[in-house]
């Protein structure tokens, strides 16, 4: 990704925290995680983040996803003898629809970012709206897409460690490489 | 504690949420926990909470203070084999003072409650404006008092059993008794 890609992608994920009426600190603004998944389309595949607080025991972010961007199918495995992240989202602003082991819903409201379709195979659809939240709990293969407004979302969890995440799409890199 | 007073204080509480742009369902607002701590003072000392997830690993709640409320001198001690509760507050709105062990802060923004002065030991002073966080980890002492217009507060942490967390003050009950 770009250095200049992570600028636009930060300040255009800064318009939805104030949305939200979500304070942030100088430091948590310019350290806004943009993450492109290694697949380079962005606007279709990709998040926004600010991680809290990411101890041995807790941790907890603040997502932007902008309108019907989606964070692509993973799950979290057990790491050093630990069962794996467990993880709530809570919906603060806009819509999200989490997609999750279990039966498929017949009408989805969202399709997976073009191209991709064969990495999405989860099809248990949950809306959440402000206010509202869901537990994963770890090892179960999740997605979610922002709706046409795009989407805050708080995530309480425990420890976090993005590296061990698996994605269903063997093309995905999590942690990005950024160029100059 | 009055059912009375419970619902003058959800009802409060409620106006601090909508301030912070905090949204809550239906069902949160209607349960919003009220507590007193056994004092029956609850303008000088008491906590409105909203306890949004509490799994085996993880808890989340958003707390309101009114101005210049107390929660008093407690610690989470080791709970069945665990370390004990771990804590990050969070400020999201007003201003919030925390107090916790080590070096005492010369000239303190807050007192303790009148009556109540010989249950707060602890005097490192710690303030948060919203944006601004502070992790506490198991088995300190630590209070907090929010500051004239009062503050809404977040908490990530490990799991929660308010049932066992050890005031200094021995009048306390932490789980009130509700009268009608």
Same mark, same amino acid.
Request: glycine share 6%.
């Given at each position: 990704?770009?250095?200049?890609?992570?600028?636009?992608?930060?300040?255009?994920?800064?318009?939805?925290?104030?949305?939200?009426?979500?304070?942030?600190?100088?430091?948590?603004?310019?350290?806004?995680? =943009?993450?492109?998944?290694?697949?380079?389309?962005?606007?279709?595949?990709?998040?926004?983040?600010?991680?809290?607080?990411?101890?041995?025991?807790?941790?907890?972010?603040?997502?932007?996803?902008?309108?019907?961007?989606?964070?692509?199918?993973?799950?979290?495995?057990? =790491?050093?003898?630990?069962?794996?992240?467990?993880?709530?989202?809570?919906?603060?602003?806009?819509?999200?629809y989490?997609y =999750?082991?279990?039966?498929?819903t017949?009408?989805p409201?969202?399709?997976?970012?073009?191209?991709?379709?064969?990495?999405?195979?989860?099809?248990?659809e949950i809306?959440?709206?402000?206010?509202?939240?869901?537990?994963?709990?770890?090892?179960?293969?999740?997605?979610?897409?922002?709706?046409?407004?795009?989407?805050?979302?708080?995530?309480?969890?425990?420890?976090?460690?993005?590296?061990?995440?698996?994605?269903?799409?063997?093309?995905?890199?999590?942690?990005?490489?950024?160029?100059?």
């Amino acid at each position: 990704m770009k250095k200049e890609t992570v600028e636009q992608y930060r300040a255009k994920a800064l318009e939805y925290y104030e949305k939200a009426h979500i304070v942030l600190t100088d430091e948590e603004k310019a350290n806004i995680e =943009v993450a492109d998944f290694g697949l380079n389309d962005i606007e279709k595949t990709g998040l926004q983040l600010v991680v809290y607080v990411n101890t041995d025991r807790v941790c907890a972010k603040e997502m932007v996803l902008l309108p019907h961007q989606t964070c692509p199918q993973h799950r979290h495995p057990p =790491v050093n003898g630990t069962p794996g992240k467990e993880e709530t989202f809570r919906c603060r602003w806009g819509k999200v629809y989490l997609y =999750v082991e279990g039966e498929p819903t017949p009408h989805p409201a969202c399709k997976p970012p073009e191209g991709s379709e064969a990495y999405y195979t989860v099809w248990h659809e949950i809306q959440l709206n402000p206010g509202e939240q869901y537990t994963l709990y770890p090892n179960t293969w999740h997605w979610f897409q922002a709706g046409e407004e795009g989407a805050v979302i708080s995530e309480f969890s425990t420890h976090s460690t993005d590296e061990n995440d698996i994605f269903y799409d063997p093309r995905i890199k999590r942690i990005p490489e950024i160029e100059d």
